[in-house]
């Protein structure tokens, strides 16, 4: 059995929590990249909702990690975990993005909910398009924050606390605006659906007989 010249093994960063790699991250820049490596497309794709915009999106997404490493040092955990931290700083730089370009906030609705309808059978295809574009059209309705609340509580698949504290809100008040939301999509949905579709026989000319070829 060798004893001495045993090779050291490295250790394998990837396995640790949040909680350590960022004790780590704090005077290591290896560990501060796996945590990058854990975030980056889920931060990435936020943004890209936010704004639109893949070229605005990628150097935002940029930005929010340069951000987090500077301030690294001095983060501590309140009780919600890290990514809720790198997502309030994507909050903060995107919302200056609109502000200092005087942007209208572009949100692709139709990849939010692309991945909460699916077609299973080939005669559901039609009742299922019909379904998505009534919700496309309420989401659309919405008032920013509560398009963004969806986001972060299905997309992006955080708590309460956690959009409490991207959106600067108590945990009570984003219960109470989840309810509050989904209660408006059933109303809107419903509304819809009562709707008679418009007519889509020719308008009468004037002059002519209901049987003139």
Known sequence: MRLFNR??????????????????AKTSQEAFGVLYERYVEKIYKYIYYRTGNHHDAEDL?????????????NYTERGVPFQAWLYRIA?????????????????????????????????????DKE?????????????????????????????NAEVGEILDRTEGAIKSLYHRTLIALREDI????????????????EGSSNYDL
């Open 7 to 24: 090779k050291s093994k490295t250790r394998d960063l990837t396995t640790l929590d949040d909680t350590e790699l960022i004790l780590l």
């Open 61 to 73: 997404t940029a930005a929010v990690f340069h951000r987090a490493m500077l301030h690294i040092e």
């Open 91 to 127: 909050h903060n730089l995107v919302a200056n993005w609109h502000r200092d370009r005087g942007r209208r906030k572009i949100i692709p609705l139709d990849e939010f909910v692309s991945s909460g309808l699916h077609v299973d059978a080939p005669d559901a295809a039609t009742e």
């Open 131 to 159: 379904e998505r574009a009534q919700l496309l059209g309420a989401i659309a309705r919405l008032p920013e924050d509560r398009q963004q609340l969806l986001y972060l509580k299905f997309v992006a698949n955080l708590s």
């Open 190 to 205: 419903e509304a819809q659906q009562k709707t008679p579709p418009a007519s889509s026989s020719p308008k009468r000319k």
